[in-house]
């Protein structure tokens, strides 16, 4: 495993033990909401404050985006290194006792993903990747499906709800695509999602109104397991647009094709 791929998965397991504690013990979390069906708990900020503790006390010289500092840049906001991470993905799962969240830790390099962990502190379950080397889930190597078609596809999404500019196009996406697959998913954390489409278990994903740090370690197991993303527009624009579309190279296309319809 790549050395900064080690202090990664170091950082989200420290992160998963305060999330596991925080699970235990729901009744006494103090919760605060950011907007509509959004929150944040002093479980989704303690796990934060070790993931940044770790990845700092090994790279002092790197530079952090984190999800409940609101974005900001902590360590070198100059720095050519840059993670990239959600403390708790799926908060709202979590919050109300629903095992299907995780801690996401991207990597980019000059702007390029080059690391990726997703744990799944519920199930035990460590998805990583380094670019070049492979996608891996719990040490064995991982691949997309190898579904053909889009109508035997199980496809992976999650609602737009802190936007609600994008509900209606949503819905025109989501009428498009349910008659056309065998079966959608909304399980509500969308990096696991993203992990699960690079393990095989969803043939496709996708999603609107996404930040960065939903999507920087899941992008870069479904590349390193075989399969596309782009934005919903087929460019390169996920990580700035927040729009992603993920698959099998087979069901990529036909995803696309559907989702870009306009009616």
């Known amino acids: 495993m790549h050395p900064m791929l080690n202090i990664a998965v170091k950082a989200a397991r420290e992160a998963a033990d305060i999330i596991q504690y925080g699970a235990r013990n729901l009744d006494r979390l103090t919760i605060d909401s950011k907007g509509p069906g959004d929150y944040v708990s ?4 303690n796990a934060e404050k070790a993931i940044v503790d770790v990845l700092l006390a090994a790279f002092p010289n790197h530079g952090i985006i984190a999800e409940e500092g609101t974005g900001t840049t902590q360590g070198d906001p100059k720095s050519d290194y840059l993670w990239i991470i959600d ?9 109300h006792g629903v095992p299907q969240y995780c801690v996401s830790i991207g990597l980019t390099v000059k702007g390029v993903l080059t690391q990726g962990v997703i744990y799944d502190p519920s199930r035990n379950d460590l ?14 190597r991982i691949r997309v499906s190898k579904q053909l078609k889009l109508r035997d596809s199980l496809i992976g999404t999650g609602f737009p709800f802190r936007d609600g500019a994008a509900f209606d196009e949503y ?8 008659p056309k697959c065998a079966g959608l998913r909304r399980p509500g954390a969308a990096a696991l999602d993203l992990a699960y489409v690079a393990a095989g278990y969803f043939d496709g994903f996708w999603e609107m109104k996404l930040n960065q740090w939903d999507m920087a370690a899941g992008a870069l197991l479904i590349q390193e397991a075989g399969g596309l993303v782009t934005g919903i527009d087929g460019e ?10 993920a698959g099998t190279p087979k069901i990529f296309p036909e995803l696309l094709k559907v989702l870009q319809a306009k009616a």
């Open 171 to 178: 819905l025109v996406q989501l009428k498009n695509i349910m």
């Open 127 to 140: 998805f990583t990747a380094t670019r070049g080397a492979g996608a891996f889930m719990n040490n064995r």
């Open 87 to 95: 403390p708790l993905d799926g908060t709202t799962n979590f919050l």
């Open 42 to 45: 002093e479980i989704d900020r």
């Open 236 to 245: 390169d624009t996920y990580m700035q647009s927040g729009s992603i579309v």
